[in-house]
């Protein structure tokens, strides 16, 4: 572990500073998505609950691509001191148990998604920093006539034996990737379901297709991750076959298109449907204490003040 890492240490333990941007990227997705569910009315507990169910799913989804690619043995699969979670891989996990928990919960599946979208590249582009704290998700190195500037170049694992070579920091152009797709999600409003969504998945998919093959494994400066032919890696067939996926899920959609925009609240709209019945009853029983003798008696008073021949008459009519 090198010394860029490392936060806080007391022993053998150690906090370091990769955890700590992770944790603080999944702050900004919770709050940022709690912000747009409360101000959009839908169901309250939308963000908490994906967190919860997203952060588990991520972890066993990543552990286990890492070890489909050969970053890991299986046999490390529960062994969390190795550095070794696929970004695909949690990806996808997470994509699939928010899903399958909102189909359970009833929740529509795409509105609900676009509500936590802005949220979860907000979050990614936080958590991409983790990166540079681990010297990870680096380029080529920097030559040696090339001006090296931060945060374009940045530290390698040599960096802290020779203090000379840095690289390129694919993690930087990722970061603006997710900053700018967060930025697109959140000025999406009002429209279709599902397209908000949709299109900065396809958008994310493609950039990250694209920058893997800008990425080197350090410290072996040139070479290739995880190749699985030629010169395509195992992350790159995650990415391709999940935008191929999604690609085809939009041209459905485009088809038939999603009704229903926004989960619904499940708790706040009742409580308002129950106070208005109380102020229309209100009224009600004023009018109920009024006698059926007494608004006779009104109603020949005020006929005796309208037309007081007819009360004459009727009068007269009395008397014989």
């Known amino acids: 572990m090198n010394s860029l890492n490392i936060a806080f240490s007391a022993g053998n333990a150690a906090l370091t500073w990769n955890a700590i941007m992770l944790a603080l990227g999944i702050l900004v997705a919770v709050v940022v998505s709690g912000i747009l569910v409360k101000k959009r009315g839908a169901y309250k507990d939308l963000a908490l609950d994906a967190c919860i169910i997203g952060i588990p799913a991520g972890l066993i989804g990543g552990r286990l691509f890492s070890?489909?690619?050969?970053?890991?043995?299986?046999?490390?699969?529960?062994?969390?001191?190795?550095?070794?979670?696929?970004?695909?891989?949690?990806?996808?996990?997470?994509?699939?148990?928010?899903?399958?928990?909102?189909?359970?919960?009833?929740?529509?599946?795409?509105?609900?998604?676009?509500?936590?979208?802005?949220?979860?590249?907000?979050?990614?582009?936080?958590?991409?920093?983790?990166?540079?704290?681990?010297?990870?998700?680096?380029?080529?190195?920097?030559?040696?006539?090339?001006?090296?500037?931060?945060?374009l170049a940045t530290f390698t694992p040599q960096y802290f034996t020779d203090h000379a070579?840095?690289?390129?920091?694919?993690?930087?152009?990722?970061?603006?990737?997710?900053?700018?797709?967060?930025?697109?999600?959140?000025?999406?409003?009002?429209?279709?379901?599902?397209?908000?969504?949709?299109?900065?998945?396809?958008?994310y998919l493609f950039a990250e297709f694209i920058l893997e093959w800008l990425r080197v494994e350090w410290p072996d400066?040139?070479?290739?991750?995880?190749?699985?032919?030629?010169?395509?890696?195992?992350?790159?067939?995650?990415?391709?076959?999940?935008?191929?996926?999604?690609?085809?899920?939009?041209?459905?959609?485009?088809?038939?298109?999603?009704?229903?925009?926004?989960?619904?609240?499940?708790?706040e709209e009742p409580e308002e449907a129950e106070e208005q019945p109380e102020e229309t009853h209100a009224e009600p029983s004023d009018l109920e204490t009024v006698h059926p003798e007494q608004a006779s008696d009104a109603e020949s008073s005020e006929e005796a003040v309208e037309h007081p021949e007819k009360a004459a008459d009727g009068a007269e009519g009395n008397a014989e």
């Open 165 to 203: 070579t840095v690289a390129y920091a694919v993690f930087f152009l990722d970061f603006l990737v997710c900053l700018a797709l967060g930025v697109t999600a959140l000025l999406m409003k009002n429209q279709k379901s599902g397209r908000t969504f949709r299109l900065t998945v396809i958008l």
């Open 221 to 267: 400066v040139g070479v290739t991750r995880e190749i699985v032919f030629g010169e395509v890696r195992f992350n790159q067939l995650v990415w391709m076959a999940l935008l191929l996926f999604f690609a085809g899920l939009s041209l459905y959609r485009a088809k038939h298109p999603v009704t229903a925009a926004v989960p619904e609240p499940d708790e």
């Open 67 to 151: 070890a489909l690619s050969g970053k890991i043995a299986f046999s490390a699969f529960f062994d969390l001191t190795q550095n070794g979670l696929n970004l695909p891989g949690a990806l996808l996990f997470v994509g699939v148990g928010i899903v399958v928990w909102l189909r359970i919960k009833k929740i529509p599946i795409e509105g609900a998604l676009d509500l936590l979208m802005p949220g979860a590249f907000f979050g990614l582009a936080v958590g991409r920093w983790s990166d540079f704290f681990l010297c990870d998700g680096l380029g080529a190195e920097v030559g040696a006539n090339v001006p090296k500037f931060f945060p």
